[in-house]
């Protein structure tokens, strides 16, 4: 059996078990596959960004597990081993969600070809979620639109077409005539290097700016509307995504522009009563002081870099998800606490 998206490859038979990723730290530039041989590799894949986007995540930490027990690890070493990949990032809470699922098998149940099924079942699904939230959410967009997005939402970030990215994708193929600016995304340029090298390989019109540039951009009237993707929703709406997320709705505001936020059910977490709950994943200082091999920032300086903000749910104008679109009032009536 074979399993392919735009970042994650699987090759599965009863002798071997192979699963590639495309590293994302090297895009646009380069693309290079990296055949992930150990849980440590995966861990490492997700800490630092060569695997990224909440549903990807959680989908490559289920295939890992589903590669471990193929391979003949014990019952005990895959919960160890399965309960370090739940914690190799903490925003995101399809990781969790999904390395979740694969335990509770692995406890009540534990037989290799289950483990492997229930991970191939999830990518499938993952595949299946896209489809349906940007189904959802190409009926929002219309022809002439301008619309802005944040960080990375596509084929990169999921096992299918992508979240927010999704909806735009769907839309321009319906033969809808829109114009995408894509923000950089700092610090790790998740807009720059890959948004912008997903839209461009698909045809799809976009100008990229620095995330600096909306607010002006949104006085000249140049966007009309904002789609985003997200982390983690919280029951009353709030939801967390990449930072800046949070001044791209504050700015929609004040310019009363609609924001959308488009996210699969695997993104809302029904145990969080509010963004409040979310925790923020902190990143490294060197990655504001400069990427790669190159610094702008002085040495031995303070550096704050919280990796994802959270967007309060009065900011949201409507919330694509894969059953349904949802507006304030069906948020306020407790949708999210059984999507
Ligand atoms: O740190 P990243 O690149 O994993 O952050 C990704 C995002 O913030 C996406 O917008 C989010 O995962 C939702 S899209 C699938």
Redesign the pocket.
Request: proline share 4%.
């Given at each position: 059996m074979k399993l392919e998206s735009l970042a994650l490859a699987a090759e599965i038979d009863s002798s071997k078990f192979n699963l590639l990723l495309l590293d994302q730290t090297l895009l646009p530039h380069e693309e290079k596959w990296i055949d992930i041989k150990s849980n440590d590799e995966m861990i490492e894949a997700i800490k630092s960004?060569r695997v990224?986007?909440?549903?990807l995540?959680g989908v490559a930490a289920s295939l890992m597990i589903a590669k471990l027990a193929h391979a003949g690890v014990s019952r005990d070493e895959l919960l160890v081993m399965s309960q370090m990949l739940f914690e190799a990032r903490p925003t995101?809470v399809n990781l969790m969600n999904c390395v979740d699922r694969m335990t509770k098998v692995i406890r009540d149940n534990f037989n290799k070809e289950k483990i492997v099924d229930l991970a191939v079942q999830i990518f499938n699904e993952d595949v299946q979620l896209c489809e349906r939230m940007s189904a959802n959410g190409a009926e929002l967009l219309q022809d002439g639109d301008q619309i802005l997005t944040?960080?990375?939402?596509g084929g990169l970030?999921?096992a299918g077409v992508?979240?927010?990215l999704g909806v735009i994708r769907r839309a321009h193929e319906h033969g809808k005539k829109i114009h995408v600016y894509v923000d950089e995304t700092r610090p790790?340029l998740?807009g720059g290097r890959l948004t912008s090298w997903e839209l461009k390989k698909l045809g799809i019109p976009f100008t990229l700016i620095t995330d600096n540039m909306a607010a002006h951009l949104m006085s000249l009237g140049k966007i009309n509307k904002a789609i985003?993707?997200?982390?983690r929703i919280a029951v009353n709406g709030d939801f967390a995504?990449?930072i800046g997320t949070y001044s791209v709705a504050v700015n929609c505001f004040y310019h009363r522009i609609p924001f959308y936020v488009a996210?699969p059910y695997t993104t809302v977490d029904p145990l969080c009563a509010n963004g409040s709950f979310i925790p923020i994943e902190q990143r490294k200082r060197e990655e504001v002081k400069g990427y790669g091999d190159l610094q702008w920032a002085p040495n031995d300086i303070e550096v704050y870099n919280p990796?994802?903000d959270v967007t309060p749910h009065q900011l949201v104008t409507e919330w694509i998800l894969d059953k349904a679109v949802y507006f304030k009032k069906d948020i306020e009536e407790g949708v999210l606490k059984s999507c």
């Open positions: 960004l990224r986007g909440a549903p995540i995101a944040h960080c990375n939402t970030a999921t992508g979240t927010a790790l998740q985003v993707g997200s982390d995504n990449k996210a990796s994802f």
